[in-house]
């Protein structure tokens, strides 16, 4: 693909500048007329051939990153977190769900780290549309948690939805009102306000 794309380019070259040589003497015209169709050109093809290159572009580089990344050993929490994200970004949840149960087997995290690495997850079975087990780790996580003075996060908007969406009535009301209760040391928390008053 890549070499279609550069032939054309050359032939465009090689037609401009023939044209550029009979026809037109000022330097000026000769790059517009070269430059501008060769854009063109590139631009069109590169988004017939690569329609999708962006992402490509994109998840090259993560690849590149998790490659540097894996070669350093995993200490801090945040170090699974990291490396679970850019596999969930590249759409390899299965290594992700791999990478974040290790990070909740480790005792040296705290709770609240602990928590995240459950509620993260149960995003990940959600995901695999595996929702019982993302049920259960979701409400895991939050429970792991519950002493701590944990920041707002819009992921507990998204929790308490997952609840209510999969029918998980108990457990959607209870963290609702344990969530909005925290607007005590975090004002954030009354945005879970709204799910309040459209569904209990």
């Known amino acids: 693909m890549k070499f279609i794309y550069w032939l054309s380019v050359l032939g465009w070259l090689l037609i401009m500048y023939i044209l550029a040589d009979i026809f037109y003497e000022s330097f000026g015209w000769w790059v517009l007329l070269l430059g501008i169709p060769v854009y063109l050109v590139g631009e069109i093809l590169m988004n017939k051939l690569f329609p999708n290159r962006e992402e490509t ?14 070669k350093k050993p995993l200490k801090k929490y945040d170090d699974y977190e990291f490396i679970a994200g850019i596999y969930h970004t590249l759409s390899e949840v299965e290594k992700a769900i791999q990478i974040m149960e290790e990070a909740v087997q480790n005792k040296q995290f705290s709770n609240e780290e602990l928590g995240r ?3 993260f997850l149960g995003f990940l079975y959600s995901d695999m549309k595996e929702n019982s087990k993302a049920s259960d780790y979701l409400h895991k996580g939050l ?23 999969n029918n ?4 959607a009301k209870f963290w ?3 969530l909005l209760q925290r607007q005590s040391y975090d004002k954030k928390f009354k945005k879970l306000d709204v799910l309040q008053k459209e569904w209990v």
Do not use: P, V
């Not at 572009?57 to 894996?70: G, V």
């Not at 996060?153 to 969406?165: Q, T, V």
């Not at 998980?168 to 457990?171: F, G």
């Open 176 to 178: 609702l009102n344990n």
């Open 143 to 165: 429970n792991l948690m519950n002493d701590e003075n944990f920041k707002y996060s819009e992921a507990f908007k998204n929790i308490i939805e997952f609840f209510i969406k």
């Open 168 to 171: 998980d009535k108990e457990r």
């Open 117 to 119: 690495g459950y509620i």
């Open 57 to 70: 572009l994109s998840n090259a580089a993560l690849k590149r990153t998790l490659k540097k990344e894996l």
